[in-house]
């Protein structure tokens, strides 16, 4: 009777066991599947379009780059040094006996590179590595598809695509916007006021109780709306920033202009 009972015991020990080494791999299997859903996921759809969180890589490697294009070179050096960093350019927005202006590519950043260089001695007189907000075909293309390839000739219409050229109009209606947006409000009252305003809302990045991030498109001008709310969900902070990681929708709305 005791060995039954023994054997009884173990026997429900072992189902026991059994049991939670299942259900423990049921579990592990759906946490697995989940985790491996978002690392399969296709390039591009996984992607951190806040510049918020992004903006401390892509400054970091501004200012690598930066140091390494000084003035007094020429232009000739000034792509090699591009090359040798492991930039492409992917779109020639100008050359002129005076002025170069390059896209460049590496990974996920994107930055625009000027150069004014002196005509008697064809050497840069000052080199700025800016932020590239509009973008060339080939520019978008390198980004999404993490394929870079080498621009050869000017583009036609480069102009179009020149931060320099862009940048007044583009900062004149950052900060018409900036005061359009006062403090105090619920999001409502931002989205209906964006909308007042002439502005497009192509994509929400992030919305938590405390925080709302959103792109507006308005013409060809892109900005990221980020509105810090409190308790009561009011906004106590609202930043108008350049949009440099654009998602699908902003991209689509901006080549419809």
């Not at 978002?38 to 992004?54: E, N, Q």
């Not at 509009?134 to 000739?153: C, E, M, P, Y």
């Amino acid at each position: 009777m005791k060995s039954h009972k023994k054997l009884s015991t173990l026997a429900t020990i072992l189902a026991a066991g059994l049991a939670l080494n299942v259900a423990h791999a049921q579990t592990s299997d759906t946490h697995k599947s989940a985790g491996s859903d978002k690392v399969m996921a296709p390039a591009g759809k996984t992607i951190d379009y806040s510049d918020r969180s992004r903006l401390k890589s892509w400054s970091g490697e501004k200012e690598q780059l930066e140091q390494k294009l000084k003035t007094g070179a020429a232009k000739a050096d000034y792509m090699k040094i591009l090359a040798d960093s492991g930039y492409t350019v992917t779109a020639i927005n100008k050359d002129t006996a005076d002025y170069v202006e390059y896209e460049v590519v590496k990974g996920d950043h994107s930055y625009e590179v000027q150069i004014d260089l002196d005509k008697k001695t064809h050497m840069a007189s000052k080199v700025d590595v800016d932020r590239n907000l509009w973008r060339a075909d080939a520019t978008k293309n390198a980004l999404r598809s993490g394929k870079a390839v080498k621009a050869t000739k000017p583009l036609v219409n480069g102009d179009m695509y020149s931060d320099r050229v862009n940048r007044q109009g583009w900062t004149d209606q950052k900060e018409q916007l900036e005061k359009s947006l006062m403090l105090g409000k619920d999001v409502g009252f931002y989205a209906a006021e964006l909308k007042k305003l002439g502005y497009q809302i192509t994509s929400t990045n992030d919305r938590e109780k405390d925080y709302v991030e959103m792109e507006v498109v308005k013409g060809r001008d892109s900005y990221e709306v980020q509105i810090d709310l409190d308790d009561a969900g009011k906004a106590k902070k609202v930043d108008v920033t350049a949009n440099m990681w654009q998602s699908d929708a902003t991209e689509k709305a901006l080549g419809k202009k």
